[in-house]
């Protein structure tokens, strides 16, 4: 039997979120101390490989948002010639549109998963999503930019941060559980198919008024 979450429970993953949200927000706050007031904005911890690198992102995870890519293949001259107005229309997109679109989402997702041991994985998902995308929108209603600062320079990978992290570990997850754990029948109890379950409640009334008239 599927079973809602609590007030409790809901209570209890929020508050994980946002301790999540905070160890995010304390990294950022250490990369701005430590790196953006260095003269380089460079640590290097190995040398060729890894290193930190302060950076100010005005785009989405890993250096990539719609509008960018959009304005990189129409070049639009009154953004080009207005850096500032670009800037602002990512603003209202990531904040109006891609953002609460995101959390709505994934806050129906969360309480629609069944409370059982077998569904605890997709809890952990959920609440990685919530916390990535509060800790880089955090960033973006007080800066107007994320902080990014972990760097592998030996494959050039795009600067990220620790919210970046928690995404992409929540992704990765999703798709290993969705290949190799849950099957379709899980899924269903989490977003039902309401065509299937009007003809399951059909087939059922139709069986008991069997039963009744015999």
């Excluded at 079973?3 to 304390?26: E, P, R, W």
């Excluded at 207005?82 to 994934?106: E, G, Q, V, W």
Aim: charged fraction near 20%.
């Amino acid at each position: 039997m599927k079973k809602n979450k609590t007030k409790k429970q809901m209570c209890t993953a929020g508050i994980i979120a946002l301790i999540l949200v905070a160890i995010d927000q304390l990294t950022k706050y250490l990369a701005v101390i430590n790196l953006k007031q260095s003269s380089t904005g460079v640590f290097v911890l190995i040398p060729g490989v890894f290193e930190l690198r302060y950076l100010e992102n005005q785009s989405a995870a890993f250096g990539v948002d719609l509008l960018s890519i959009i304005q990189n293949i129409f070049h639009f001259t009154y953004w080009s010639e207005n850096p500032l107005a670009f800037l602002r229309a990512k603003m209202i997109f990531f904040l109006s549109d891609y953002h609460c679109s995101c959390y709505t989402f994934l806050c129906v997702w969360y309480r629609k998963i069944p409370v059982s041991k077998r569904f605890r994985l997709l809890n952990v998902v959920v609440i990685l999503f919530i916390a990535g995308a509060l800790g880089n929108l955090i960033d973006r209603i007080v800066n107007n930019y994320v902080v990014d600062f972990f760097y592998f320079s030996l494959i050039n990978f795009p600067i990220f941060n620790v919210a970046d992290i928690y995404v992409t570990v929540a992704a990765f997850m999703f798709i290993i559980l969705g290949l190799f754990y849950y099957k379709e029948e899980d899924f269903s109890l989490i977003f039902p198919d309401k065509k299937k379950s009007m003809k399951i409640d059909k087939e059922n009334k139709q069986k008991k008024r069997k039963l009744h008239y015999e």
